[in-house]
């Protein structure tokens, strides 16, 4: 079990701010699977953790901030 803090876009049911989720397992899909996203949205969800972009099938870290992002955000 690893606790990893986790934000990005509500519209796709993340928190606006930071909260700490635990998990089973250390993957992006079992943040996904907490927040309920949608699996059409899933793959096109960019991950920054700890403000470096992220490849999907990266291992988490105890620790890990991970931002969701969709690559159509932003000003």
Do not use: C
């Not at 509500?10 to 701010?17: A, D, V, W």
């Amino acid at each position: 079990m690893i606790t990893v803090s986790v934000k990005g876009e509500p519209l796709f049911g993340f928190p606006r701010n930071l909260e700490k989720v635990e998990l089973g397992e250390p993957t992006f899909n079992s943040i996904m699977e907490h927040y309920n996203v949608d699996p059409k949205i899933r793959k096109h969800l960019l991950a920054i953790v700890n403000n470096k972009v992220s490849k999907p099938e990266r291992m988490l870290e105890n620790g890990d901030e991970i931002n969701f992002q969709s690559p159509y955000s932003g000003g």
